[in-house]
């Protein structure tokens, strides 16, 4: 064979030999490229959504709850980033170490969180709270320790975080001025919603909405891009209330409340131009920032909650009705019979008579306020309870308000209209009360109560609440009863209630409480109130005061009320920017007599009661 | 010489373009990762580099080009390359391990990876073999097998399992190629597929690995073994048809291992989808034709053995390293030959390629020229009897 023959031969079996290889390649070439479209066409949706889940994560979050502010723009209610710390029992490698871990850092007894701990793990939960609400720097302390405990014990510590421990950012409700008017701005609960008070009221405006946000990140956990959710940030509140004042109202409150021996006591402070809330104190009352040490009795708003009779402060209402209608003039006298007259199966008695409806008022005479209201009749006198807006809500912002109870005319028995000209047979909120007052103080017109002066939304722009008016009695008939009322502090059962410099007006009240058990009004228990304005002139402010209970040998409204008024007044007035003016009226004055009287009116004179509560009648000393 | 020597034009075109096409993704798949290893100095670092490999690969492929393939068929030539490569591979020893494996050599800045050049003296020591010898010769082939082994032992022992499965790749198809008998191979290849199921049978956890492929975006693997295959499914999957757009792959932002080596065509998969991907696959199916008509047609049997080595050692780099991103084989790591970043790659890739551009000249001219080739030594000593 020569030697081109052969090496064409080897040539032919080497080409032949390498695309048999080449034949291989092409192949797999082949199966690269079905796998290819495989993976790309058939699985792209696949593959798609697991990468962008991996690198995707939700967040979602709270925006911080609005801030309350007094209306000055202190803040009375707002919230703080803080952190939460959760468990997932199912990622915990060691249950025991962590339980000494959480047990040594957090104070609690290791053997019940291992025994939560476990107990949670078994039952295939993924969350666990161990400290919810941390705030901030303290948070960053106790994540640290936890690190070095964790690192210690030889629990995995990655990129800070210890395996199975979760921190969740959170934020922190706190009340920087404690228990100030904490009945009014109430508190939020541990999820951040509004149980009571102004956060419940105004939770609409304050909740802050959950916003979610997508983050896409790198490996290394920087995030590259975010998408976020647009959601409207919650608003401010502003309130009427003055910081202020409320804190001076509170101290008199509470020294009133404890000098009468009261069970409580509720105090308000209303501008009676513009039907604001200057302060509304309770006493006793709570701190928001540890609401759940408090008895959850302590929570409610008395002064828009509680109902009572009011006795004598109701005569106002007797008065300015009738006055209103010209049915009775100041010194037009009192025909009072023998000091007692019989309505229906009730006598009704006085040891006042013969005396002009003026010197009745500063007396505080039942009869007087008796025939006032009978003069106007029952729908007469109805048509103005109503117009004063007994029976109903004041409207006001707050939340639970009661309506307080004014029985329908209809129902009325033929005692009731004498029963509830002396402030018996109906039921009223120390706001209701307060408010008649401020009507008097304000020519007539009563203006809506509020407490929410304005709600800011965060980009500046703001809704500010517009004050509404209603004309309830004659201008002329206001300035009448403000002379008549000026009377009761200048001379009459209201006397310890004149503050120093300034001239106030204001009646007296001692009420019987109604006893549920009796059915009755039971003479033991009182309850004492003051409500009048300063100066009297110009009022630029109504204070009411209402104790409940007062337990002291002289409990009258006049006693324990009245001074309370006093010292709130002393107080407010000059941070009101009012000028003093009694200098100015001073021989307007007139000289008191030494008058034995007594206020508390006797609903049942055939109550033996009636003698013991005699020996109580005060002889004044000034 | 009755035909004008012409190279061929379509190989070195396709090289070219998958070289600068490599460059361009290199940069994308590098940018982020530039940016943080040079705490946000440049993104280029990468880019720059490989510029300058791809440069110098060029320079080299067009010595390799106009330089006479025969120069390899000198006895001398050969013995030196060996002794070099065998020298560095062994002076890679003397260096402190870069990820647990001593790869490189370092010196004033420059690095360089002796692997890569054992495939090209591999392949040239082996075409100059079974041309000197018979490779039908039980005798003649076990005598090469000390050279073979040595090479193979010292970049297994880097421990590079990658390029070593290249270079027994090679050494079987040039081995298969040049005439091998069916007996012999299988006389060869059955110890060593015995060692290998017994490497693999005797380590429950080796196994597991090799096999994790199988899945690796199930529960247990995707975070672990399967971790890094999983998440260039993702890449390529997300990819679609059209892909991301270019410099927009996600997976890059560190879940991708090495995405601008050894998963560069999970972020080509990602930016361009199946149209980059397929584009890359048929580059490479012209390169393996262009490959094999150089080889092949060459005139002598020396230059027909020495292409079949280039061509194998190049293309068996781009199926595993396909493979291995696409998940059909188990991992290890192997560079995409021309895209990947790296400059002993590229610059030794690009040689060969050189070479082939020779071997291509020469294509259709050997009956006229080479006729009075001497026959193999075997042959001639047969005569001699």
Redesign the interface.
Known sequence: MP??I??KD??Q???V???L??AL??I??G???I???Y???S??E???E???S??RDKVRKRMMRGTIYDRSGRALAMSVKARSLFLNPQEIENPFIAAEILASVFKFKKEEILKELLKAKQEGKRFFWVGRKIEEEQAKRISETLQREAQAKGLSVIKEQITGFYWQEDQKRVYPLGSLAANVIGFSNIDDVGQAGIELSQESNLRGAVVRKWQ?R???GRV?DSEMEEKEPPKDVYLTISASIQHRVEEALKEGVEKAKAKSGIAIVIEPKTGEILAMANYPSFDPNFYSRFSSELFSNRAIQNVFAPGSTFKVVSYGAALDRGLIAPDEVVDCGNGVIQIADRKFKDTHCRKSFQDSIVVSSNIAAIRAAQRLGEDGFYSYLRAFGFGEQTGIELPAESTGILSQKERWSSASLASIAIGYEIGVTALQMALVFATVANDGVMMKPRIVKEIRYSEGTYRKMEPEARKVLEEQTASVLRKMLYQVVLRGTGRLADPDGYTAAGKTGTAWKYDEKLKKYNSEKYVSSFIGFAPVQKPAAVVAVVLDEPRTERRNGGDVAAPIFRRIMEQILPELQIPPDEALVAEEKIETSNTDFSEVPRVAVQDSDRKTDEKRRRKRED | MAKKLQMDWLLFSVTAALAIFGVVMVYSASAMISLRETRGETGFFYFYKQLIFVAVGFLLMWVGAKTDYHIFQKKLVVYVLLIITIMLLAVVYAFSPVNGARRWIRFSGFSFQPSELSKLALSIFLAWYFTEKSPERIKDVLSCLPVVAILLGLVLFEPDFGTTLILTGIFIVVYFSAGAKITHLLLFALPLIVALMAFLWFSPLRMQRVMSFLEPCSEENSQGIGYQVCQSLYAIGSGGVFGEGFAKSQQKLFYLPYPYSDFIFAVIGEELGLIGTMTIVIAFAIFLWCGTRAAVGAPDRFGMLLGIGIVTGILIQALFNLSVVLSLLPAKGVTLPFLSYGGSSMVVTLFSVGILLNLSKHVGIHSIQYVNEKPFSVRRKRLRN
Do not use: C, N, P, Y
């Open positions: 030697a081109s052969r090496k080897f040539r079996e080497t080409f030999r390498f695309l290889i080449v390649f092409t797999w070439l199966i690269i490229g796998r290819l479209v993976l790309q066409i699985q792209h696949f593959f798609k697991r990468a962008i991996q690198r896409e790198d490996r290394l590259f």
